[in-house]
């Protein structure tokens, strides 16, 4: 085990020029859209942690309104069963069907020395070769349930602006306090590290005082995305699932309030949708796959 700097590192995997999604807790995280997306991306994968950075240095536990920065605890019967500090670590996944290996940080925004917390993860994007950082993020706003959940995009570079309009992903205009995304954008675009960082737009009803702490929805409207700019070829059945029952039961909850039934549907009289259809751009690698996927079931038939 390695200690450098801020981070520490377990393991050091060979990569090849692996792209860097970071997802974290916080301000930005409507809905769950960057710690979910994240964690599911993680599972989906079987992504292997390699390295870590301390919690000590930029958390403070005691935020007043902030649990999630809390240690989570378990207690049965008087007995404590679990006690765990909040982690910052680094995954990574070797990817056979892309040019790109890839790189998870699941983590949360500090609250001290954000200089230096985005420092430690650039120095692990420099390590590791890292060719771009893809930062997720989520924003609570009057997005009907109904509808795809729209993502928009904060970027270092007008080159990667431009590309991330093939994938649906709308451009962001905002003034105002920053996240520490908005800071690690900074950054990058200093140092010329290409990243995008990701913002997806989750339902928020305050006037019913409806809280969604978890949006599948706003979930799958970032992991369609990154299936395609990643080139993962992920089976997000189970996303789907989850989603539809997420919207089967905000639906039936307004189907017997019929002043909500009423605010939704003016909702989705003023709601431009955005339908994400894949692109049809692919890397030399996934022509070759195409190519003998398509010999195999010739063969096949």
Same mark, same amino acid.
């Given at each position: @085990?390695?200690?450098?700097?801020?981070?520490?590192?377990?393991?050091?995997?060979? &990569?090849?020029?692996? $792209? @860097?999604?970071?997802g974290?807790s916080?301000?930005?995280?409507?809905?769950?859209?960057?710690?979910?997306?994240? =964690? $599911?991306?993680?599972?989906? &994968?079987?992504?292997?942690?390699?390295?870590?950075?301390?919690?000590?240095?930029?958390h403070?536990?005691?935020m007043?309104?902030?649990?999630? *920065?809390?240690?989570?605890? =378990?207690?049965?019967?008087?007995l404590? =069963?679990?006690?765990?500090?909040?982690?910052n670590?680094?995954?990574?996944?070797?990817?056979?069907d !892309?040019?790109?290996?890839?790189?998870?940080?699941?983590?949360?925004?500090?609250?001290?020395?954000?200089?230096?917390?985005a420092?430690?993860?650039?120095?692990?994007?420099?390590?590791?070769?890292?060719?771009?950082?893809?930062l997720?993020?989520?924003?609570?706003d009057?997005?009907p349930?109904?509808?795809?959940?729209? %993502?928009s995009?904060?970027?270092s570079s007008?080159?990667?602006r431009?590309?991330?309009?093939?994938?649906?992903?709308?451009?962001?205009?905002?003034?105002?306090?920053?996240?520490?995304?908005?800071t690690?954008?900074?950054?990058?675009?200093?140092? *010329? @590290?290409?990243? !995008?960082?990701?913002?997806?737009?989750?339902? $928020?009803?305050p006037?019913?005082n409806?809280?969604?702490?978890?949006?599948?929805?706003?979930?799958?409207? @970032? %992991?369609?995305?990154?299936?395609?700019?990643?080139? &993962?070829?992920?089976?997000?059945?189970?996303?789907?699932?989850?989603?539809?029952?997420?919207?089967?039961?905000?639906?039936?909850m307004?189907?017997?309030?019929?002043?909500?039934?009423?605010?939704?549907?003016?909702?989705?009289?003023?709601?431009?949708? %955005?339908?994400?259809?894949?692109?049809?751009?692919?890397?030399?690698?996934?022509?070759?796959?195409?190519?003998?996927?398509?010999?195999?079931? =010739?063969?096949?038939?």
């Amino acid at each position: @085990m390695d200690t450098s700097g801020n981070v520490i590192i377990a393991e050091r995997p060979k &990569l090849r020029r692996p $792209y @860097m999604v970071c997802g974290l807790s916080g301000w930005v995280d409507g809905g769950e859209s960057a710690s979910g997306s994240t =964690k $599911y991306l993680i599972k989906k &994968l079987k992504a292997q942690i390699f390295a870590e950075i301390p919690i000590d240095r930029f958390h403070i536990f005691q935020m007043p309104g902030e649990l999630s *920065q809390r240690p989570k605890i =378990k207690i049965e019967d008087g007995l404590l =069963k679990e006690h765990r500090f909040p982690r910052n670590q680094f995954y990574y996944m070797v990817n056979p069907d !892309a040019d790109n290996d890839l790189i998870l940080y699941l983590g949360v925004e500090p609250n001290l020395n954000w200089e230096e917390y985005a420092g430690a993860i650039l120095s692990v994007a420099h390590e590791f070769g890292v060719a771009r950082i893809y930062l997720l993020g989520g924003v609570l706003d009057k997005t009907p349930h109904t509808r795809e959940p729209g %993502v928009s995009c904060a970027c270092s570079s007008a080159e990667l602006r431009e590309e991330m309009l093939k994938y649906g992903i709308q451009y962001s205009n905002y003034e105002g306090p920053g996240s520490f995304g908005t800071t690690l954008l900074h950054f990058c675009q200093q140092k *010329q @590290m290409p990243m !995008a960082a990701l913002i997806a737009r989750a339902t $928020y009803y305050p006037e019913f005082n409806i809280i969604i702490p978890h949006n599948p929805k706003a979930i799958r409207a @970032m %992991v369609k995305r990154l299936d395609s700019l990643l080139r &993962l070829y992920l089976d997000i059945s189970d996303l789907d699932r989850e989603a539809e029952e997420f919207e089967a039961k905000l639906s039936f909850m307004a189907s017997h309030n019929p002043e909500f039934q009423a605010y939704v549907t003016e909702l989705e009289k003023d709601f431009t949708e %955005v339908q994400y259809e894949e692109p049809l751009d692919i890397s030399a690698s996934e022509a070759v796959r195409l190519a003998e996927e398509f010999l195999r079931k =010739k063969d096949g038939d």
